[in-house]
Structure formats: C-alpha cells, structure tokens
C-alpha cells in the first residue's frame, strides 16, 4: 500500500448471471495522488465503470468481489461499515454518471435533490445548516457549474432542461461533496460534441481551481489528451498500460495502446482506420493468459498460458506485455 490518495490493487469483480459466472475485473490495480488529473481508456465494456463502481461499493446485488485492495487516504474501504462509507461518499469522493437524464430523479424538482445532497455533505462536516442556507449554497453549487439563472432551475423537473443542464445538475451535487477526489465516468456521452467540450473544460477549470484530484473515465482520446496529467489503459478487465499522458500519446508500448490510437480517425486524412482486428473476449470463459493475445499480431506462446504483470517501461510507465518482459 503506498501513500497516494487512492490506491487499487488487485481488484477483481464478478457477475451472477443466468449462464454461469462474468470474470469481468481482473486484478486492476491503479493510483491517484493528491491534485493529480488521471485518466482511464479503453473500449466500451471493458470494465471502466464496474471499477469506479467497486471503489465506491455501489456494484449491483449480482456482483461478486473475490479479492481486492481499496485503500482512501490509507484506510481501508472495503472494510470500512455503512457510516463509514456515507461519510466517505459525503465528504471525500463523489461520481459523475454518463447519463444525467438516469441519474437524475424524473418526478423531483431539483431543488429537492440538490437541498438533500447539500443538507447531508454539510452535516458530514458538523455543519447544520438552515434552510435559507441551503439554498443559497445549491445556488452558488449551480453557479459554479457554469448555469444562468440559477434560482430558475431549482425549481425546474430534470425533463424540463436540457442534455446539458442536465450535466451540469450533476456536476454541482458532485461538487457538495466531492473535497478531494471526483470520478467523472464519460460525463460527456450522452451530449453533442460542443457541449461535450464544454462540460470537460468546466470541469477542467473546476478540479483545478479546487486543486481536487479527478479520475476521467472516457473512450474519446481526445479529450483525456488535453486533460490528464497521466493515463490508465484497460483493455477486457485488465490495466495494459500507464504512463504519463505525453508519453502515452507520443510513444504507446502494448499492442492493444497502438491498435487504440491508431483507430482515432485523423483530421488530415489519409483513410479510414482500420481499427483492431478480432472481438473482445467473452467474460465467461477469458483466456488464460493474456486476453489480448486472440486479436494481438505479435502474439507467443507464453501469451496463451500466462498472464502478463504489470512492469515498469521507463520514468512512469507500466506495460504488461510479454515483448517487455522475460
């Protein structure tokens, strides 16, 4: 365990399902140090959100967590009791879900769902404020969020506001409680391009102005490019890779980071990408060794029947990958 704000190791996460057993998550490990900016990529269903879920033990009643190593500030959550995690949920780490429209309650103002986060991250910090208090703070929260009119969308249902809005809602209950680490998971799915861009260089300007620590969770390289100081690759439950974001960018090691970046279409031209050959493999019965080697093209023999570790590659950077290795 060191001394980083998070610290993951050896996360594994599985589902109950009609035919069997999902091994989903398989031994992630990850850190985020204090006012560090870390990103986390991959393709969609490759385990981003099922790790997010896990570090705040909000993972449906199916799941299942064989082994796992969850350290906040050095206490241990996994063992942490129901008062322990709603202070850690109130006080410290707050999430930014991919989709406001689910995340928002439908039939509820939103002052009422806003008046409750505020009400209780206040009390988690022995403050008990009044009404009138609450208020206005839901309204310097939304401010902050980059929304006009603030007083006006209180008093709104989530239906009646935009994609954006909607967002930006989120951001500002994230904010009542998220004093040292937020987790945005792909915060910008669901909107169009501008807006999408919008939302990250609020949040960019907010982390930093706050000096907050922010894990982003995205598929879109682009925008972790401009915004992490280092990056996580996930590829079918697994951390591949690691490096700082320049170097990531700039000199990608495993086989699955190449074949990312190379399917990013290119505003020069020059074709279509390709993109990489093969399927994700089924989580249900995952190869034994490495669950890249079906679609990698420098593919061993050790690859079929051992599982690659994590090994350092350089100043702040991880591969796991046989070429690097023994």
Known sequence: MSSALLNVEELQVH??????????????????????????IGESGCGKTTTMKAIMRILPWNAIVP??????KGKDVMKMNDS???????????????????????????RDQIFDVVKYANL???????????????IRLLREAALPEPERILDSYPFQLS??????VCIAMALASAHELLIADEPGTSLDVTIEDQILRLLKQ??????????????????????????????????????RTPDLFREPLHPYTKGLLAAVPKLTGGGVPSGIKGRVPDYMNPPLGCRFVTRCEHAMPICEKKQPRMIKAGNDRE????????
Not at 100 to 109: E, I, R, S
Not at 219 to 234: C, I, S
Not at 319 to 326: I, P, Q, T, W
């Open 15 to 40: 589902f109950k399902v009609y035919g069997g057993i999902l091994k989903v998550l398989n031994d992630v490990a990850l850190t985020v140090n204090e006012k560090e900016k870390v990103g986390l």
């Open 84 to 110: 322990e995690l709603k202070r850690l949920r109130r006080r410290s780490i707050s999430i930014i879900f991919q989709d406001p429209t689910a995340a928002l309650n439908p039939v509820f103002k939103i």
């Open 206 to 243: 907010i982390v930093e102005e706050k000096r907050t620590s922010i894990i982003l969770i995205s598929h879109a390289l682009g925008a972790v490019k401009g915004f992490v100081d280092r990056v996580y690759v996930m590829y079918a439950g697994c951390i591949v890779e690691s490096a």
């Open 319 to 326: 591969v796991a990958c046989f070429l690097y290795g023994e």
């Open 163 to 168: 994609g954006g809005m909607r967002q930006r």
């Open 124 to 138: 988690e910090m022995g403050k008990n404020l009044s009404k009138k208090e609450i208020e206005e703070e839901a």
């Open 67 to 72: 082994k796992a190593k969850i350290y906040f």
